[in-house]
């Protein structure tokens, strides 16, 4: 069936003057689309069996009542429409780790992009020497593992660790960071700012350097402040990056587990619960049904997260 | 135009030759020194403290230097702890999912760039869709599914969902996007085969988002924490990461030194990496945003 095809392909490119064609052939071309499937396929094969089944996989199981018991022989596994999800908003854990998770969000988002753009502009006004130091000093955290930096941080924020001292020294008596149902959270954050900021810097820092210095230039000449031109000048043509680096950041904050896993097990009375470790601890108990719901629930925050943002910025452009 | 040059100059700002006088500069320098003082302090604490003997690191009032220098935490973490063993691990997954992405991803990222063919867009598009997918939606479908493959607790079952990635032929993609279609179509032309192609021609030129894409994923791979949790069930298929998150939430928690040096043996490989390939790393992430 595809021998004529693919004898008669070549001859015909060849004869054919116009070199825009699309390199390859025809999309039609039966050849091509094997050839090419066959560079494709370990990567379909794997991607398929590892990467897209499970996504699919996990929405059936939530409106299932799979345990851990029904894994190996999924008979009497029944369907249970949108019980699991009824029963998560019904219990206050679940609520509670919704809540925490946006909490995470809300305050950790907003305070990385501060601390970025500022770092990014510092680094950006005209300071030559030992620039390559301060980005790669300012990045170190980014690469490291989490579970190792949630252990050092566990103990400086001991009552009586380093930070409190640090506290101590400028008079301010510090809480019982990780004991304390009312700053567990903020600690976490400050944490998770600590690790990240040096992403959005770097790419708030490419931003900048696209930025044209005539603007800047002609902002100065009609006698406009530094301020006055960051703000009219900078931040608006920001945008762009402003985006992406929102985007990037809820989604890595959204599905936070690592920080209450190593540092809290998610307690104080369930203060750092998050529902990425919600979701694992259901795991635990063996209900597969509510940890994929509580999976879907995240992903669909996700989703919403990143298109509210998006409609936000291109609203504003 | 030279009016408005002078009285610039006249009035200090002109930010093209002098940008900052020099006391804002000053205060400039000293604000983003501070700033790395404060970023790299938890490091300084977690290597000092690493060679402090635990008495002295939960001792009142505590010191930055250590008072008498000891390597017997690393010692007991190698002798008692089998650390070597997780380190061991931790390198030949990171390492064999490192060689899956570069042969794998920049195989189907060639298809995807270079041939036209039938299912592209929806290849593509399920690709671009995965990216944004986080690991978190999946392990449990997964874990299923690695387990009644009979590979729970194994290599493989570590390795198996990481030898390929979204991201990266998304990468590898977007890079031999920009090699010239002129030097495939000579080559076709030529009587080259399609294989012949990617070997001879675009591999050589991918060499620059080929180390990218070894760095990110052996980066993401010696940190990766939900997957090995879950899958690796008993001590000698753990990597450095549960190993060292296991330790510090059981019956050593308290035991400062150890879980110090712990950190000290995940974090130094990577490091010392990072300052050996830092553009790589920064503009690796930087474009990709995923670590």
Not at chain 1, 16 to 44: D, K, M, N, Q
Not at chain 1, 186 to 215: D, K, N, T, Y
Not at chain 2, 47 to 55: E, I, M, N, R
Not at chain 2, 111 to 126: S, T
């Amino acid at each position: 069936m595809t021998s004529p095809t693919v004898v008669k392909a070549p001859p015909d490119r060849a004869a054919e003057p116009r070199r825009t064609a699309p390199p390859g052939g025809a999309p039609g071309s039966v050849r091509r689309t094997l050839v090419a499937w066959a560079f494709c396929s370990p990567f379909i094969v794997l991607f398929a069996t590892f990467g897209v089944w499970p996504v699919f996989s996990s929405l059936s199981m939530s409106v299932t009542d799979i345990t851990s018991r029904d894994a190996r022989t999924p008979f009497s596994v029944n369907f249970v429409g949108l019980d699991n999800y009824t029963a998560l908003f019904g219990d206050p854990t679940f609520v509670r780790a919704v809540f925490n998770t946006l909490y995470f969000v809300a305050i950790g988002i907003p305070l990385t992009m501060v601390i970025a753009l500022s770092l990014a502009v510092a680094l950006n006004s005209g300071i030559q020497r030992a620039k390559g130091i301060f980005r790669v000093a300012y990045f170190a955290p980014v690469v490291t593992s989490i579970v190792a930096v949630a252990v050092v941080w566990r103990y400086l924020y001991q009552p009586d660790g380093m930070i409190n001292a640090a506290l101590a020294g400028i008079g301010i008596k510090g809480p019982d960071w990780l004991n304390d149902p009312d700053w567990s959270m903020p600690a976490l954050i400050l944490m998770a700012v600590w690790r990240h900021f040096g992403i959005p810097m770097v790419i708030f820092l490419a931003g900048l350097q696209s930025v044209p210095a005539e603007l800047h230039e002609a902002a100065r000449v009609d006698g406009a402040t530094r301020w006055r031109a960051f703000r009219s000048i900078t931040l608006p043509l920001l945008r762009p990056t402003t985006l992406v680096v929102a985007v990037l950041l809820s989604i890595s904050y959204l599905q936070f587990f690592e920080e209450p896993f190593v540092m809290t097990s998610g307690g104080p009375l369930d203060s750092t619960t998050s529902i990425s470790y919600y979701a694992y601890q259901q795991f635990g108990f063996g209900n597969y049904g509510m940890a994929s719901a509580a999976s879907y629930v995240l992903v669909t925050a996700i989703a919403l997260l990143s298109f509210v943002q998006f409609r936000i910025f291109r609203a504003k452009a | 135009m030279t009016t408005t040059t002078t009285s610039t100059t006249q009035t200090g700002l002109d930010l093209s030759t002098h940008r900052r006088t020099p006391p804002a500069r000053l205060t400039l320098y000293a604000a983003l020194t501070a700033g790395i003082v404060a970023t790299l302090a938890p490091f300084a604490w977690m290597f000092l403290g690493s060679v402090k003997p635990t008495g002295e690191i939960v001792a009142h009032p505590s010191t930055w230097l250590p008072q008498s220098p000891t390597l017997a935490n690393f010692e007991q973490l190698l002798s008692k702890q089998n650390f070597e063993l997780y380190f061991l691990n931790s390198t030949l997954v990171a390492l064999a999912c490192v060689a899956g992405n570069l042969l794998f991803c920049s195989m189907a990222g060639y298809a995807f760039a270079k041939i036209e063919f039938l299912g592209k867009r929806f290849l593509f598009g399920l690709v671009l869709t995965m990216l944004i997918i986080p690991g978190v939606t999946t392990f449990v479908p997964l874990f299923v599914l690695v387990s009644n493959m009979g590979l729970s607790n194994t290599y493989l079952g570590l390795i198996l969902p990481f030898l390929v990635t979204p991201l990266g032929v998304f990468l590898m993609r977007q890079f031999i996007r920009d090699i010239p279609d002129s030097l495939v179509e000579a080559a076709r032309l030529d009587g080259a085969g399609e294989a012949r192609i990617f070997l001879r021609v675009i591999l050589p030129l991918c060499r620059p988002s080929l180390a990218t894409l070894a760095i990110l994923t052996f980066l993401a791979q010696w940190n990766n924490f939900l997957w090995p949790l879950v899958i690796s069930q008993t001590e000698e298929h753990y990597t450095l990461p549960v190993a060292l998150a296991l330790f510090s939430v059981g019956a050593n928690s308290t035991n400062y030194g150890l879980l110090l040096a712990g950190a000290v043996t995940v974090v130094t490989p990577i490091i010392l990496l990072f300052l050996a390939l830092q553009k790589h790393f920064i503009q690796g992430i930087a474009n990709t945003g995923i670590k």
